[in-house]
């Protein structure tokens, strides 16, 4: 039987053990372990609401003999304590059985707290991953994700308008939430809708290590939006491009794009640009046509698996009787 626990100073040796095997950027992900999963830990544990536990929680499995046989990591999604993905999975050769009650261990610890949905983002050429998550622990498979690398910029539109872009303020969570759940392919919005505190911004954005720039493209006249525009960075030098645009809009993608890249060009000259495009929203099969016509690099294409739990319904519907009523025949 396999033993589970959260991850604790003791376990850090046996760690950087089992990723030295499995895994070649190993450093990176054992400081990652080390300086965020260890101490957050220890913090967390004074309290259960699972509204507080913003962190990322890591937890590590044994066998019987006590050999260190993976590790997980969750963290709820940002704005949405009920929603949780899960960030990292290590195992050991032959680990499937118990990489499957740790992943069973997780669900049935924060289901029981309320979290109604996990997820997690696998590179699809993992097929044995995938098999442990559908297979072993009832997710499904629901979109996917693909990141491409913009090789080239010979594009841009040199009849940008920045009068037609806005930053983004918190006031406009709602709009931006509702716009993005709108062009949601309809199958895909039970998963993947988000709530308005999911674009918000934190109240301490400036003190973080990263820098995060959202823009609204919208009508002049009728205000309606367009595009919502995400570019984050991390060191000023690698830009990661999110942009959500309407269908009926796809034709102004290029210079949606265009203005996004200026807006790089300003801080930096001298910089890599990776761009996001989701498959389960309306426009996204256009919009990799475009990637492809421009000849971007595909780097990595990522299957979405998902488990969800019945949602509790926030407002009760004026339209439902108080009453219910059930006649059945006698058999």
Not at 90 to 112: H, P, R, V
Not at 159 to 181: G, I, L, M, Q, Y
Not at 231 to 259: G, H
Request: charged content about 25%.
């Amino acid at each position: 039987m396999a033993k589970i626990k959260k991850i604790g100073f003791d376990n850090l040796i046996n760690i950087k053990k089992l990723m030295s095997v499995i895994c070649s950027d190993n450093i990176l992900n054992y400081r990652r372990i080390f300086f965020f999963s260890v101490p957050a830990t220890f913090f967390q544990n004074l309290f259960y609401s699972v509204h507080l536990r913003k962190l990322t929680e890591t937890y590590v499995v044994s066998d019987n003999n006590n050999v260190l046989r993976g590790l997980i990591s969750v963290k709820a999604q940002k704005g949405n304590p009920y929603k949780w993905q899960i960030k990292r999975l290590f195992l050991a050769n032959n680990s499937f059985e118990q990489g499957k009650q740790l992943i069973e261990y997780i669900i049935a610890k924060f289901g029981a707290r309320g979290v109604d949905t996990f997820y997690v983002s696998v590179n699809d050429n993992q097929a044995e991953l995938i098999d442990l998550f559908v297979k072993g622990c009832s997710f499904r498979s629901c979109s996917s994700e693909s990141l491409w690398y913009v090789s080239n910029i010979n594009f841009i539109s040199d009849s940008v308008n920045e009068k037609d872009f806005k930053p983004f303020k918190n006031s406009d969570s709602k709009r931006c939430a509702d716009f993005f759940n709108d062009n949601i392919i309809s199958h895909y919005k039970y998963s993947l809708s988000k709530e308005k505190e999911e674009f918000n911004d934190s109240l301490f954005q400036g003190f973080n290590s990263d820098s995060n720039f959202k823009y609204l493209f919208e009508d002049e006249l009728s205000h309606l939006l367009k595009a919502f525009i995400d570019i984050k960075t991390m060191d000023n030098k690698n830009y990661f491009i999110d942009i959500i645009i309407a269908p009926q809009f796809i034709d102004s993608y290029q210079y949606v794009l265009s203005f996004a890249l200026k807006k790089i060009l300003k801080r930096n000259k001298n910089f890599k640009v990776y761009i996001k495009n989701r498959r389960y929203i309306q426009s996204g099969d256009t919009i990799e046509d475009f990637f492809k016509n421009y000849r971007f690099e595909l780097l990595q294409n990522n299957a979405i698996l998902v488990k969800d739990f019945f949602k509790t319904v926030k407002n009760e519907s004026t339209n439902m009787n108080n009453a219910i009523i059930f006649s059945g025949f006698e058999v």
